[in-house]
């Protein structure tokens, strides 16, 4: 190697990065070039200079501030983990209830789109008497025998007696046990 | 680093993933000296320094889940050191603030030294932080940690996203520089 070689190296060699062949040739250059001797000083004693920058212990509200600061983040982790099942129930439940919404309006449509159901007709059976019926059915052993259901049948007759002679209106009685 | 630390480490990061809170103390612990005087070197601020070293751990803990060791423990948190590093350059560029020399202290000194050595000493330290300051920031970061962390130039290229010869390169120019710049020094020295 010559000057401007070992120089190129010197750095390299004072951090012991080169190969041992490499090494030993700038050792024994080292030994005979005075002036690759001194720059080799010179880089030598501003390196060795530096040591003068010590360390400085960390204060130790560091380490605190530190471990305060990622228990939280274990908490929030926690958190959010709670948080996105929440919010994925929260999703389903939406769904079904618009599903259900959805279903609803369409039996809705459907029953738009059918042709009336034919009910029974009231007729000329007034208020009091389907009061005095319903009442009836409030009783709880209203379906104990059939002598009853007749009677109740009969009941609006018998409570008109102009009324009494002509043959029991059927109706009233489907419109109530219906 | 020797191995047996190497292997240290990525084992306490197993353990941290698996949410270990010991394990996360243990290893701020074995590595909050270096983060720290690596960002306070840098950056030559110490509550900037002390915010980093915060920043570096936290996200050391978060990066846990999903870290894999394919390069060393302290390549890759020293990578994470140097990009917040860069980030925090960044924005003092941006918010134009213009940067006082920090205030803190070394280490108390013994107290059987000489108060002469102990001013002597003081007034090197200034120079040498004067000097590494003066560098480039590439330059002033690749001569901490080769310094002051004692990382071969292998792993200094891998901090730094180069290759080894441009980190020799930058290492050399680094320390031509401070042989100029403390040169006042050396005379001294000399001339005692």
Redesign the interface.
């Known amino acids: 190697m010559d000057c401007k070689e070992i120089q190129a190296n010197l750095s390299a060699y004072m951090d012991r990065e080169l190969a041992p062949a490499a090494e030993e040739s700038i050792r024994l250059h080292l030994g005979v070039c005075e002036q690759c001797a001194a720059d080799h000083e010179k880089l030598l004693s501003a390196w060795q200079a530096l040591d003068a920058w010590e360390d400085i212990t960390p204060p130790d509200r560091i380490r605190r501030k530190i471990l305060e600061t990622a228990r939280p983040q274990r908490k929030a982790t926690s958190l959010r983990a709670v948080l996105s099942v929440a919010a994925a129930l929260f999703l389903v439940f939406g769904v079904t209830v618009y599903y259900i919404g959805h279903e609803g309006r369409s039996m809705q449509d459907l029953a738009k789109n059918q042709p009336p159901v034919q009910t029974a007709t009231v007729g000329d059976i007034s208020e009091d008497e389907i009061i005095a019926n319903l009442l009836i059915l409030l009783e709880d052993d209203f379906f104990e025998d059939l002598d009853e259901l007749v009677m109740i049948d009969d009941l609006p007759f018998a409570e008109e007696p102009s009324k009494s002679t002509k043959e029991p209106d059927r109706s009233s009685l489907d419109l109530i046990v219906t | 680093m020797t191995d047996s630390r190497e292997e240290t480490d990525i084992s306490l990061m197993g353990l941290i993933k698996k949410?270990d809170?010991k394990a996360?103390?243990l290893l701020?612990?074995r590595h909050?000296?270096a983060v720290?005087?690596l960002a306070?070197?840098f950056l030559n601020d110490?509550d900037e320094a002390?915010d980093l070293?915060?920043d570096v751990?936290?996200r050391i803990?978060?990066a846990a889940a999903t870290y894999t060791p394919d390069a060393k423990f302290t390549t890759w948190l020293y990578t994470i050191v140097k990009n917040l590093c860069f980030n925090v350059l960044r924005s003092r560029r941006q918010t134009v603030i213009v940067s006082v020399d920090d205030e803190?202290?070394?280490?108390l000194p013994a107290k059987n030294e000489d108060p002469v050595e102990r001013i002597t000493?003081q007034q090197?330290?200034e120079?040498?932080?004067h000097a590494?300051g003066k560098l480039p920031e590439n330059m002033r970061l690749v001569?901490i940690l080769?310094?002051?962390h004692g990382l071969?130039?292998d792993e200094i290229a891998g901090i730094m996203g180069c290759s080894v010869n441009a980190i020799?390169l930058r290492?050399?120019r680094a320390?031509?520089i401070?042989?100029e710049?403390?040169?006042d020094?050396?005379d001294e020295?000399v001339g005692n």
């Not at chain 2, 803190?104 to 280490?107: D, F, L, Q, R, V």
């Open positions: 949410g809170a996360f103390e701020v612990a909050q000296r720290y005087n306070q070197r110490s002390e070293a915060q751990f936290i803990h978060k803190s202290m070394p280490e000493r090197v330290r120079k040498v932080i590494v001569v080769s310094k002051y071969s130039y020799k290492v050399h320390k031509a401070l042989a710049e403390l040169s020094l050396r020295t």
